[in-house]
């Protein structure tokens, strides 16, 4: 097993390195002052000038489309052991992603169609989501279930001449609340008589159609995420033409399972690189400042952090880089429970450093003056989103213990998990 990266990768490393010391460091209190100025004048739906500026010369340095294997739209797109180190830099900044067309629910809804849609959805939805031109939100968790187990869902997709009609209600679809969202993948149920995993399928629904409502937005530890903002979105006999299912129906689960896995590596290496900013961050405080006779970084509990977050972070980077390995070699079905750990331990393993990095801030550290509270919300509800901790939990223990039954590990379901 091979980790170091190739020369290629490590240029465009010192690239996208640079990138970040001219462009995304120097724009970050812009950034937020854009989306306060929003806030104060009455709507913080409005996409930030400062991305729509860097995103032209993301282009023009390479850095676009980064996150997508194998595609011939997007060739460009890297292996996902390739993509992980430049996706752990992109996590230092969590707004930057979107800079180089490789945020989140986007790259995962790109994948989706890449994988499974008709080269008519391709054409229509996915070229101009790799152009960046619109955002996209994946509709699967839902408020009535608890949607950790995603077979409990019960919005419904039935089938009704040439179209299917959809009802339900959704919540928690991240990006639904930016107004260049012009389309949502929808997952529900068209035949709940069907076996337990084949009962689901997924529906391209464009955003503008009759029947979607908007209901609110969901805040998370009371941060709106503006411009991007999570939904709760409600479909009320809402029709799409029956060419706009993904794979077919009873594919949903199937497809979801595709989805998620790349999705957990991209969100475990981002959430490395916050960890390691929030590592940086704590060792310069630590070194500013004094408290009782000698700088904080002398003190023993400081430095006895310090060493712990470092071999964390150091083992969950390795974790992960495992992971994103076994997904390109023998591919996801093998890897899932590689899959499975990283999305435990890299959160908390962030969280951790979070932590400690807010309390040498002291109280500071818990204030709008430094990005460490926003990042703790963020992380925090990692821990949720694409699978709950005890979730992912419970299918490694099975895994585990499989190797010591009578049991194929192969039968074992992995969680389609994406909400609370």
């Not at 001449?161 to 959809?166: K, L, P, S």
């Not at 309390?359 to 925090?380: E, I, K, M, Y």
């Not at 989103?385 to 049991?407: Q, S, T």
Request: aromatic share 8%; net charge neutral; with cysteine.
């Amino acid at each position: 097993m091979d980790f170091e990266y190739s020369p290629k990768v490590k240029e465009m490393q010192a690239k996208l390195l640079a990138f970040f010391d001219q462009h995304i460091y120097p724009n970050e209190k812009r950034f937020a002052e854009e989306i306060d100025a929003n806030r104060r004048a009455g709507n913080a739906w409005i996409p930030t000038k400062v991305i729509e500026e860097l995103k032209p010369l993301a282009r023009e340095a390479g850095l676009w489309n980064l996150f997508l294997p194998r595609s011939p739209r997007a060739p460009q797109g890297l292996s996902n052991l390739e993509y992980a180190t430049l996706c752990e830099i992109m996590g230092r900044v969590p707004w930057s992603a979107e800079v180089f067309n490789c945020a989140a629910p986007d790259t995962g809804n790109m994948e989706t169609l890449e994988r499974y849609a008709s080269e008519e959805l391709k054409d229509k939805w996915l070229e101009p989501l790799l152009a960046g031109e619109i955002r996209s939100a994946f509709l699967m968790t839902e408020p009535a279930v608890a949607s950790s187990d995603a077979t409990n869902i019960e919005c419904r997709i039935e089938r009704d001449g040439d179209h299917y009609v959809i009802n339900g209600t959704k919540w928690w679809s991240s990006g639904a609340g930016d107004p260049r969202c012009k389309v949502y993948i929808v997952m529900g149920k068209t035949d709940p008589e069907a076996g337990r995993h084949e009962q689901q399928s997924m529906v391209v629904v464009p955003a503008d159609t009759p029947g979607i409502t908007i209901k609110r937005f969901l805040p998370v530890f009371g941060y709106d995420d503006a411009p991007h903002g999570h939904m709760e979105i409600e479909l009320k006999n809402v029709r799409v033409p029956v060419a706009n299912i993904l794979l077919g129906e009873g594919r949903g689960f199937e497809i979801a399972q595709g989805r998620l896995g790349p999705g957990r590596i991209h969100h475990c290496m981002r959430s490395i690189g916050v960890a390691e900013r929030a590592l940086e961050l704590l060792c310069k405080r630590a070194l500013s400042r004094v408290a009782f006779g000698k700088p904080v970084s002398a003190q023993g509990v400081t430095q006895e952090r310090i060493a712990e977050a470092r071999c964390e972070i150091e083992m969950a980077r390795l974790l992960t880089l495992k992971a994103a390995y076994m997904m390109d070699t023998v591919g996801n079905k093998v890897a899932k429970a590689e899959i499975a750990m990283i999305k435990v331990v890299a959160p908390n393993v962030a969280l951790k450093v979070i932590d400690w990095a807010i309390q040498v801030h002291g109280a500071a550290g818990v204030s709008s003056d430094f990005p460490l509270a926003s990042w703790w919300a963020h992380q925090r509800t990692l821990r949720l989103a694409d699978g709950p901790d005890e979730v992912h939990r419970n299918a490694i223990a099975k895994l585990e213990l499989a190797k010591h039954m009578n049991v194929n590990p192969d039968t074992i379901k992995m969680p389609v998990a994406r909400g609370f």
